[in-house]
């Protein structure tokens, strides 16, 4: 089972082992944080509709990860054809 730990543990463990303060690993935890949010959020808008595919492109900086949702989108569709295709 995997071993809960408190922010403080991870905190401390990560000043420990990097040498960085308190204040470094904070702001880099923000700027990840933001950032994931951030993408998830161009994803939920161009999955919706809200945002069309080249802006979504130019806002996450590459066409990859828009790819692969592509595909992704594409493969549940086609599974979903096929399974109803047997009713």
């Not at 922010?7 to 308190?22: A, P, Q």
């Not at 069309?52 to 989108?73: F, H, S």
Request: aromatic residues 8%.
């Amino acid at each position: 089972m995997a071993t809960t730990h408190s922010l403080r543990d991870k905190l401390d463990y990560l000043v420990r082992t990097t040498g960085r303060s308190e204040t470094e690993i904070f702001a880099e935890a923000i700027e990840e944080g933001l950032t994931s949010i951030y993408r998830k959020q161009i994803l939920d808008a161009y999955l919706s509709g809200d945002m069309d595919r080249q802006q979504a492109i130019a806002e996450l900086g590459g066409a990859e990860i828009i790819d692969e949702l592509d595909y992704a989108l594409q493969s549940v569709e086609k599974d979903v054809k096929w399974g109803l295709s047997y009713e």
